[in-house]
């Protein structure tokens, strides 16, 4: 393991403090003890996290035949929950297992792989990547381990060559240490879609659609429409307040409705539990996204200062939703900038 001199500066400190038991001691310990415990633990943690599988509770829940999903908690990734946050589909055919989503270590998609060994012998063809953000995508090198092909849809490209990406990385590596190290990696498509495609497992095949541009360019849902099984990834998020970042909500808006008009029997959303009743599940993010619209709009349309706006919005709808306090201001600026873009025009 090389220990970089920058473990002195200030990131370093962060780094150490998260990490230690004792934070107010390692403080005072100064660097070159911090940098012996940094090296320390980081053997200790590449022995738990980087070869081995995550620990935590996964079980894979029956969806409908031959599909399962596993759920990750509804929460932000931390070194307790393993960065256990997101969900992954299962499809079962009798020509292989496709997966949807690879989650967010490459330990929890190990520990993904040993419980779908546990139902099937077949060997894991694919892995659709609905999108690539941190948490869905940094278990796909375990996959690649094992043969798979990854699929994803070209709207990634740029994000996968830019600063943003390279960048992510670096602070997971920080923030969900030993899980995410620096044997962790961004792994591309095999396959780039351009527009919808089809992916078989035998007799049983699979649709791949594009949906995005809305939570990111690239979404991906798979659908599987004899059993009525939408994968909808992070179009949806059920039981917490979705993550917006730069999304642009007017099209994730309607990829919704284009979605709820389908009415699928099951969708299974990128995070949280799935839904057999669509109509009333899928509102929650479509009416958060409207919301956040309606009033970052008038407050970008009238000139508003954010924070004044912000402070004049009535949040009760949505405050008691779980992450409401940890992603709601920075979803409401992002929507207040993208307003003020589109009100420029
Ligand atoms: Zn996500």
Request: proline share 4%; glycine share 10%; aromatic share 8%.
């Amino acid at each position: 393991m090389i220990v970089n001199i920058s473990l002195c500066g200030t990131n370093g400190a962060n780094v150490r403090q998260r990490k230690s038991p004792s934070r107010g001691g390692l403080r005072r310990a100064g660097c070159v003890a911090g940098l012996a415990l940094a090296f320390l633990m980081s053997t200790v943690g590449a022995a738990a996290g980087a070869g081995e599988s995550a620990t935590v509770s996964m079980t894979l829940q029956r969806v409908a035949e031959g599909v399962y999903f596993v759920q990750g908690e509804n929460a932000m990734g931390s070194a307790l929950n393993q960065g256990f946050v997101s969900n992954a589909g299962v499809v079962i055919g009798d020509g292989g297992v496709l997966v949807v989503d690879a989650l967010g270590t490459p330990a929890l998609a190990r520990r993904l792989i040993e419980e779908i060994a546990k139902i099937t012998p077949q060997p894991i063809r694919y892995v659709v990547v609905t999108h690539y953000h941190a948490d869905h995508i940094y278990g796909l090198q375990a996959f690649k381990a094992v043969g798979a092909t990854i699929v994803g849809h070209v709207g990634a490209r740029d994000y996968l060559s830019s600063d943003t990406a390279r960048l992510r990385l670096q602070a997971s590596r920080d923030e969900l240490f030993p899980w995410i190290d620096e044997t962790t990696r961004v792994v591309e498509p095999d396959r780039w879609l351009e527009r919808d495609g089809t992916l078989s497992l035998g007799s049983t095949s699979v649709q791949v659609r594009h949906v995005g541009p809305a939570h990111t360019p690239e979404d991906l849902a798979v659908v599987l429409p004899d059993r009525g099984v939408v994968f909808a990834g992070d179009l949806v998020f059920r039981g917490r307040i979705p993550f917006v970042g730069g999304a642009d909500s007017r099209r994730w808006i309607a990829s919704l409705e284009t979605l709820i008009a389908q009415r699928p029997t099951v969708v299974v959303p990128g995070h949280g539990t799935l839904t057999t009743d669509v109509a009333r599940d899928l509102v929650l993010t479509r009416d958060y996204l409207a919301y956040l619209r309606e009033t970052m709009g008038r407050a970008a349309r009238e000139l508003e200062p954010f924070e004044e706006a912000y402070a004049k919005v009535d949040w009760s709808r949505f405050e008691n939703v779980p992450l409401f306090r940890l992603v709601n201001r920075m979803n409401a600026y992002n929507t207040y900038l993208l307003m003020e873009a589109q009100a420029g025009k």
